[in-house]
């Protein structure tokens, strides 16, 4: 290695830590030693199958580096995998890791839009849409069977990830992309942005109206699927109004998940106001805030070592006091479009887990819910 490259690489460690500092050193002290994984998009359609892939590169879109290459709907093979693997670690007291499922409760109904000529948006909940796919039959009690268990719990990430004004617009445009990916059965934008992606995101005002009557039956949704209400929430891309937590109080919601920063939108799209927020924060509505601070993303970089970077983040947490907090999506897991992905993605958490039970014996794995029994929030 180069002495340029061996500065690079010293100052890209030097800035994690230092970032790592900043997302700590103020908050609640934790009340243990927990590690929490909080992983979402489960029940969210991205890419259906590896021919709308193949459909995608023919028709130029720039796909190379999108999560659209990898993301999809985990099938019964990638769940067992999953849980598999999860089943055979356990903390001092016996507890298997949990992931905290933050899930998209419902998907475009693309055949009822597009009877209605576009007019008028209709959705159906995941579970409708996972019965369509040929390799995920038993998804839905694979996941009832590992909430049994004790390893995965839902909790509410939005009805869809979906700005659905936004998209329903753009199809009544007659927008090219929008309406090639459309008859794939996808909301992808044909680019590499995220308008589509922020459910909350607003380009008036007005439109809050309509994202508080998503949530309501999003919420309601949830209830109807899972049998209880979800404790926490976790807005698609980080971005929310703060009015907005007025509904997510209003329909049970008592933890937002969250990075350091939410991102406030100010009517423009990918220009937003940063709000900082620390571990144990309250609201006016009494709603936490819970932050995470370590990240295992193998899929969004596939040459970094994530494993070296997450395990160098809890330790920075634990050496603050606060929970672990892992920020690791679904596509990380996902082997429906390329079985190598979540070969890589397991085999990274596999080691993060193992590592830190040896580094911290007396770690204890929680789901984010479990903060609520568990944390004084002092």
Same mark, same amino acid.
Do not use: E, I
């Given at each position: 290695m180069s002495n340029s490259s061996k500065y690079v690489t010293l100052l890209k460690r030097w800035k994690g830590v230092w970032n790592a500092h900043k997302?700590?050193?103020?908050g609640s002290r934790a009340s243990g030693k927990y590690l929490i994984i909080e992983s979402d998009d489960w029940g969210a359609i991205r890419t259906p199958s590896r021919e709308a892939l193949r459909r995608f590169e023919q028709k130029g879109m720039d796909i190379k580096d999108s999560i659209y290459k990898n993301?999809?709907?985990?099938s019964d093979e990638d769940l067992n995998a999953l849980f598999d693997m999860l089943s055979e670690i356990r903390d001092a007291?016996? %507890?298997t890791p949990v992931i905290t499922a933050n899930v998209i409760v419902a998907n475009p109904d693309f055949e009822r839009i597009k009877n209605s000529g576009y007019s008028t948006y209709f959705y159906e909940p995941f579970t409708e849409t996972l019965k369509r796919y040929p390799e995920h039959q038993n998804a839905f009690s694979i996941w009832e069977n590992a909430i049994s268990e004790g390893f995965f719990f839902p909790q509410f990430?939005?009805?869809e990830h979906l700005n659905v004004k936004r998209w329903m617009n753009r199809?009544?445009?007659?927008?090219e992309l929008t309406l090639f990916s459309f008859d794939q059965g996808a909301t992808y934008s044909g680019k590499e942005d995220y308008s589509f992606m922020e459910a909350f995101d607003w380009d008036s005002k007005e439109d809050m109206k309509e994202h508080g009557e998503i949530i309501k039956d999003g919420t309601a949704l949830f209830e109807k699927i899972f049998g209880y209400t979800s404790d926490s929430i976790i807005a698609p891309c980080?971005?929310?109004? %703060?009015?907005l937590e007025k509904s997510f109080s209003e329909n049970g919601i008592r933890i937002i998940q969250g990075i350091r920063y939410q991102l406030e939108p100010t009517g423009t799209f990918d220009q937003y106001s940063s709000k900082r927020h620390f571990y144990g924060d309250k609201n006016s509505f009494g709603t936490r805030y819970n932050i995470r601070n370590c990240f295992l993303e193998?899929?969004?970089?596939?040459?970094?070592?994530?494993?070296?970077?997450?395990m160098a983040q809890i330790e920075n947490a634990f050496l603050w006091n606060r929970p672990a907090v892992i920020c690791s999506h679904r596509i990380n897991y996902?082997?429906?479009i390329s079985k190598q992905n979540r070969e890589r993605g397991i085999r990274d958490l596999k080691e993060v887990l193992e590592r830190t039970l040896d580094r911290w014996p007396d770690v204890e794995f929680i789901s984010t819910n479990e903060l609520i029994k568990k944390q004084s929030w002092e």
């Open positions: 997302t700590n050193f103020k993301d999809a709907l985990a007291h016996g %507890k990430h939005g009805r199809l009544q445009a007659k927008d980080y971005n929310w109004d %703060k009015d193998p899929s969004m970089s596939p040459t970094k070592d994530w494993v070296d970077s997450c996902v082997g429906y």
